[in-house]
């Protein structure tokens, strides 16, 4: 098991950037894929961006491509969402996941994601 820590949230104007970041604890970080999930209330789960097990593989939803980056570094066994150009639709609760059995089949399912954190607000104002 991995406890999850999600950091970096909080109030931007639209086109603006934040950086979130997600720290491990547990097992061995690198032996796990990791993904970003945002939720709004009332609305499912979203899929964000997710990184294969050393970074060697990311993906994207095509609402965030070009805009978000998805980074890892094992070392500090902590996974990154930089955020740029902002948009309003973008405003959720971000969280963060690991996939001890991480296939690229599956990298936008929820399911495939055994931990999660606690969640950061991120709220984009106009």
């Known amino acids: 098991q991995v406890q999850l820590v999600e950091t970096g949230g909080g109030l931007v104007q639209a086109g603006g950037s934040l950086r979130l970041s997600c720290t491990a604890s547990g097992r061995a970080f690198s032996s796990h894929g990791m993904g970003w999930f945002r939720q709004v209330p009332g609305k499912e789960r979203e899929f964000v961006a997710a990184?294969?097990?050393?970074?060697?593989?990311?993906y994207y939803a095509d609402s965030v491509k070009g805009r978000f980056t998805i980074s890892r570094d094992n070392v500090k066994n902590t996974v990154y969402l930089q955020m740029n150009s902002l948009e309003l639709e973008d405003t959720a609760i971000y969280y963060c996941?690991?996939?001890?059995?991480?296939?690229?089949?599956?990298?936008?399912?929820?399911?495939?994601?055994?931990?999660w954190g606690q969640g950061t607000q991120v709220t984009v104002s106009s």
């Open positions: 996941a690991a996939s001890p059995r991480f296939d690229d089949r599956f990298y936008n399912n929820p399911r495939r994601y055994a931990d």
């Open positions: 990184i294969s097990r050393y970074g060697s593989n990311t």
